[in-house]
Structures are given as C-alpha cells and as structure tokens.
C-alpha cells in the first residue's frame, strides 16, 4: 500500500487522435476504435476517462485530438450517462503521430502549472483491472518527482513479434520501478522468445508518466524540431493562428513518443504493471471478448449459420447467413460488409486505402452518429433529399438553429415531442408532424419520459450537415 | 423450314408456382427465381412469355400458378414495358407438383377447346436461342397432332448426374422427332458418361407439347386420382368452391409430370433441340451470365476486392469488401447476406429452411417491391411505423384505397404528384407533403413526364398490407 499521495500536479494526457482504419468496417475514420461499444457496455475512451477520474479530477482530463474527431469525441463522451462535461480538449494543428502530441500537451500543461506531472494514457487500450493501474500510477507518480520518465512495462503474455519490448535495468531505491535498459521494437520470434523466458522484457504499454518539464527538456535534446515549433505557434497573434499553426505542425516529421524520446533519453524508469491489458489491434480481437460456440465460432447480432468452425460473424443490424465456413470472418454493417480470413485481418487497412481513394464514403463515416442530445440514423440518400431517423432522449433538446439550403419533415413516430418553429410552439404525438421551411429558426426538444423517435425527411440542393446555423445549444457547440 | 403451320388450337402452359428457394437471398418464396432480373435485363419468365408471344397470341398464354403468387407474377407482368395485360391466370388450389398442375391446364383448355394442344413450359429456364424453340415448336405441334406426347431433348453439355435423361428410340416418320426408348432420372457419374458418349441419351427439358384430350387421357390411366379430383372440383357450387377445391387437391399426392406421367406412357415422343439452354439452378449460375476477373471472379455491384480468386461477388445495394477469398459466393442483399463456399450452394436451401422455422422475414419477401403503378423499397421497420421509399411511374396511378389502422404521411422528393384525400385534389412538388388520416380515402397519382419518389410514413397499430380497402383501381385489383 503506497497510503494517500498528494497528486496535486498531476494531469491526465489521453491520445484520442487515432483513427483506427484495423477495425473497418466496425470502425471508420469518424468513429475510432476508441469511440466503438464493441468490448463491454463502454466505449474504449470513455472507460479510460472514468478509469482516472478515480484519480484525477475530470477538469484536469485533457484530451488530445484533432479538429476533426473533436465534435465526435465530445459528442460520444457527452451522450452517455454520466456525461462528461467538465473533460478539456487540446487540438493538434495537424496529426504528427504521439511525439508532437505528447509535446504539445506538456507544453499547455507546463504554461498551466510549472509543477505539472502528466500521466498519458492511449484512449483505445483495453484494461481489466483499473485498481491495480490507479496504484501503478501513484508509484509512478512518486517515480517522476524524481525526473524519471516513468512507463508501464505489461508481462509478455505470449511471444508477440509485433509489439515493443523494455528491458529491465537496475532497481530504483525505494519504489517498485527499475531503470529501463533497452528497448527493442518488434523483435523476430526467436528473440520474442528469449525475451519471453528471460522475465527481464516487458511489453511496452504506451502509458507514461513525467514531469512536463523534464518530457520538454528531453524534447528539446531529442526532438528540438518540435519544440521550436511549439513555441513559434505560442508567439503568433491570434488572428491567422489556426492556420499558421497547422502549417508549421506539417513542418514536423511524424514520430512517435517511443522512437522520438523514450528511447533516447536516459531518464527512462520502468514500473511492471498487471492490470488484464487486451489487444484490440484487429477485428480478431472480438474472439477475446466474446463467448465461442461448440465450434469455436464467435456469433454476435443476427446470424444464421450451418456447419462454420473457427470464424467470426458480426452483424449491427441485418441478418448473415453462412455455410460451412473456416477461419473466416463476416463483419457486416449498414452501409458495409467485410468477408476475409482471421489471418489476413490487419490487411483490412488495404481496403480502407482503396475507398479513401475512390472518396467512398464508407471509409469516413457510419450511417449513424450519436449525438448528446440522442443519436440518428441516415436511412436513404437521394441527389436532393435525405431520410432519417432520429432518436431524442427524455428531456433533451437539440440546438435552436436554421438551415440556408433545404426544408425539413418531422414525422413523430413514438413520444411526445415539443417544436418550435419561427417562434411558434406546438406539441407532436405520434403520428402528427411539423414542415420547416428553409430559412426557418426552428428547435426540437423532448419534453416527455420515453424517447421521441422521429422520421426527418430533407429535400434540398444541398444537403450537407454544415448548413446549420446555431442560436442557441445546450452543449455549447457551434455546428452539429 | 417448316412453312407456315396453322397453330389455332395451340395454347401456351408456363408453370409460374415454383418457390425457387435455391437462389436465396437473391430469391425469396414471394419473389422465385422466375421474377428475377439477373440474367439479362428481363426476367426470365417474362422472357418466356415474350418468346411464346412470336407464336401464340397473348391471350392464349396461361400462366399455372399459386393463390399466392398471383399478384406478384401479375405486378411483375405489368410493371414493365411492354405490360403483359392479356395473359391469363389458372390457380392452382393447392401446390401438388406439376403432374396435378398440368392436368389442371389441361382439363381447363379442354373444356374451352376439345381440339387444344398445350404447349407447357417451365417459367424459370433460361433459353439463349428463341427461334430455334419455336421452330421445336411448330414441328413438335404436327408430332402432337398424331397424338404423341412430345418432349424436347437438350443435348448434353457435361455427364450432369442431376437432371434426367432420355433415350432416344425410332424415328417418326417424316418428322425430326424420336420415340422415346427409356427415361432415366439423376444417374450416377459413370453412366452418366456413357450416356454423354452415346449420343442417343439426351437431358429432359420439361418442356412439353401434347393434346389436352390425350395427357388426359393418359392422366386417367396413370394418375386416376388427380383426374377423379379434377371432376368433383368442376362439379361443385361456385359457393366454396375455392375451399373445397384446396381441400380435394391437398388430397392428391404431389407428383412431377415426368415421373407420373411421361416415363411410364407408351406414347413420348422426343425431339432433339439446340436452343441455347443454361442451368440456373444455383447461385453458381451467375458464373454462367457475367463476365470473370483475371483471377476468375465474378462481381457484380459495388465490389472492393483484394486478392480473391475463382469466387462469386454480389451486391444490390451496399458495399461488399473481400480479402483473399477462393471459391466463396458472397451474396449481400438490403436485408440479408449469405457467405458459403460455391461447391456448397445447393444447401442455401438449408438456411431458408432454418428462417421459415424461425418465422424470419427474410425467407419470404424482399425488402423492395414491384407494383403495376412502379415500385416500392421498405426503408425501415418499427413496432407502430413503417417509411417507404416509393416510387410511381409517369402517367400511373395507385388505386383509391383507405386503411382502417394507419395514417401516413407523404412527401414528395422529386417529380410532381396529384393526391386526392376525401375528394380535395392537391398538387406536390418536392419538399411537399400531405397527410392522410386513418380510414381517409385518398389516391395517389404522377400526372407528370418523370418518375415521382416519395417518402410515406405509415403510423399505427396494424401495419400489414392487407389493410387496405380497395374503391377504384386501374390495374383490377382487390388488394395491393
């Protein structure tokens, strides 16, 4: 027992811009894995959120993202119960993978509090048991005030040719960490092994913890690039600093925190951690997740199937029919349906390659988005109308807002909804609708106990979610 | 040639009742292989009428079908240009193969014709070579006349152990056509090959030209039952005669008119023919209609595909991607996908037996549909509501109609329409919409040049598509 440490200084750094093209077509660049309810009644971010929230007060949660995923993160995270409001967002110009990220959160952090200690934690990382990581960050904690760039070694479970390895050092007085020796990236099979059976190598988790001070210091032997960047963008003036900011980011090489800094410095300390940490680094890892049947298949949603062994069958929404099947996998969605041996399941981010190509949509976007106020459904597309269904939770209200470019149906089909449309208030049961001309303020609110299922019917030449002028949002977004 | 030979007795037979479950999920009970546009740009029972129609006027053309699929095989009919408007329909009381099917036809032309020869055709073959039939036709209608039972012999293509062959016997006296020596039914691969090298075994087509008088009387002889039957149903009251008339026929036992009647006659004659004929008795057939990749596939619809070989690729709405498959069919519909090995696919009659077992939806119906007036596509499904993409043909209108269980609301995406609720005629463009009350009268109607699209939202207890209560109709319908 390491008793109630001050952890004041302490921040928590969550790497939230991943985009996550392994999981297509479960996940697309839109909705990461980070943000998919595949293992668990949680999302990924959202259980590593309230993972430290035992910790660290939800106001000192700083998530890294990019411009881009921001509303979907913010929108995932307020949506679910409890919402998290009080989370802080730091945007990166540009994505140059987790060394400029990590650099630039230091670099906030530091400005906020000279003292800062920050615990980075990926947001897509499965982890069982969150005591046994909460008590590893308080070591670590400890460690850092020394100017240690602590990380978390995890026991190899198996030999993993695809993971980074941290070989143990000397042991650091009074704590439960050791000076790290080596690091060694994927490592052939042969070495795996050896490292496996020495019990000296551990799997290198990607969580860290170090004073901001002492990450920008080691920033500036090993990767000054960056830090001179970081503080150009700071002495800009505020007007063209979006852009300018995006355009010096670009100016960095990407790397890694790992190969940028960790393994480089020689401040590196090492923690052994056994906290039941999962790969979920392709759609295989449903199999661990998940309950086989007497053929060692994994069956999730409507399946119907005779005769398959060792394959996996996902379906949201449709139903999938298979026969005689081995080693396979069917992920089927909405919009989009993969087939592809287990063994070839990291080659999925060939496909996603191709359809970003071909500007295909199903790369980008899930025919459902969440939002905090429900969620919604695109159930057809047409040239110049759309339809969709729309789901209201009790007591909530979408933003009062306009659209410049079409006119809008709502066809109740459960609850009670309250619109308001060009001032005027009217209560719609099921069955009833409201028409809302283009260039109408109007706003859509639940005021009952049950959800407001609604059908949305748009017509209009242009159709694209950011022709909505905002007035007035209970979540303080400035577009949908 | 032939000459011109006088056909006024000669009436055209197409069996239209088969179910067709062995191209699910493409074919559904209510939507059998014969409805199906996947084979050439029309269906293939349409080209069956199409092809008897350069011979036999349409009026003359009796389609043999089920209660059951009557209004889909009619729908289909109409919906398409040229419509189909004069066929005629006989119903069979119940599903009892086609030896009992035939015999009706027969007893029923009879009775309009006692000189009728009937030309019986299966509505599901595909046939390349339309004027090679006809001329079979005409030759087989003088072998007819003498009173045989003529039959049409395909040359073999392959030692097929599925089909049946026919022996050829002596030739008929200035004629082209063969007695029949012997009928064998699926032989084993070894005299299968025998009968290929022979040349004197041809397949069985079931295709058939006989007087009526005579497969009657031959029906008497060796299948005195279903003619016993056929009497009592002709002599019952109008009254209940539909119930009673199922009831006589589920007492017959089902059976082919190859096995009941044409092995064991004394009087087959066969004729030998070279019309172009393709199986399509699995989904592997779309092998045999569409064009393969360098590496063997076929794909057909939107297809993103690395490294796949010898392997069927379908897709009517949505995306299918695929990695490294070999010799798999993957089948992806609106509602349903089916993944299976093609040496498997006879047995996707296996999982539409499992989704009849279950009561699941998607063993009887598409999630589209076709109507004289146009089409229509379910876009989703809930406890109290239904939305329709619905689609109406320039110059069509739907029948005036009510529901006494819904109410729906219709807007209008594109084209214009004229709807007329309790008598008010209105006029909608895109972006417009009409509301239409429980057990309100109303009609809907394209007055214009282009298709209309329109979204209906139904509300309400009871949404099947029986409640509907018919005024007017265009097409002489009792229900949609």
Redesign the interface.
Known sequence: MEGNVNLDHLFAVILGGGAGTRLW?LSRELSPKQLLKLFGTDSLIRKTVLRLKKLIPEENVFIVTSERLLDEIRNHLLSEYPPLKKIQYIIEPAARNTGPAVLLAAWELFKKDKDSILGVFPSDHYIENDEALIEAIKVAYEVAQKDYLVTFGLKPLRPETGFGYIELGNSIQNSNAYQARSFVEKPDLKKAKEFVDSGKYFWNSGMFVFKARIILEEGRKFLPKVIEVLGEIDTFSDENKEKISEEAFLSIDPISIDYGIMEKSERVAIIPVDIGWKDVGSLTALEEFYEKDERRNVKIGNI?E?DSEDSIFY?DS????????SD?M?I?T????????KE?AQ??A??VA??KE?D?G?YLAHRHSVRPWGSFVL??K????Q?K?IKVKPGMKLSEQLHNHR?E?W?V??GTAKVTIGGKEKILH??E?A?IQVSARHRLENPGKIPV?L?E?Q??EYLGEDDIVRFRDEFGRGKD
């Open positions: 077509p119907v005779v379906s449709r139903l999938v029919a298979a026969i005689g099947l396979l069917v089927d909405r919009d989009a349906t993969l087939v592809c041996p070839r080659e999925v060939k496909i191709m359809l071909k295909a199903e159930l057809e047409g040239d110049n109308y339809v269904l006119s149906h066809i089909v459960k099921a069955g609708s028409f299922l059908i019917v017509s209009g």
